[in-house]
């Protein structure tokens, strides 16, 4: 059974720092990239970063660029985002999201092209 488990979120202050993990178990990790997207109350969900999990190339949305870094331990099957000097505007749900075999990398922030997603985990940042 496929499955892709986000934890790691909770209440941090402005300037604070968490590690979210997304554990993936029941395909093949490294046929997979893994993104991470996020959803504020009201938004659309919204891509944040992506890795391959073969070559461990990295993408990430301008807005986190610099804060978030994302990796992965292949070996656990989990890919992590680490965020730093976090945001009251980067409060929402995390979800991690699994992609097989995608080639172009423009397309990392289309919701349709993943495969299989986690249920989420949520962030809020306090001012």
Sequence with gaps: EVQLQASG????QAGGSLRLSC????????DYA???FRQAPGKEREGV???????????YADSVKGRFTISS???KNTVYLQMDS???ED????????????????AWKLIPI???????TLVTVSS
């Design 23 to 30: 554990a993936a178990s029941g395909f093949t990790f490294d």
């Design 86 to 88: 976090l945001k009251p």
């Design 49 to 59: 970063s992506n890795i391959n999990t073969k070559d461990g190339s990295t993408v």
């Design 91 to 106: 409060t929402a749900v995390y979800y991690c999201a699994a992609d097989e075999g995608s080639k172009d990398p423009g």
């Design 34 to 36: 893994i993104g991470w």
């Design 73 to 75: 331990d292949n070996a």
């Design 9 to 12: 979120g909770g209440v941090v």
């Design 114 to 120: 993943y495969d299989y997603w986690g249920q989420g």
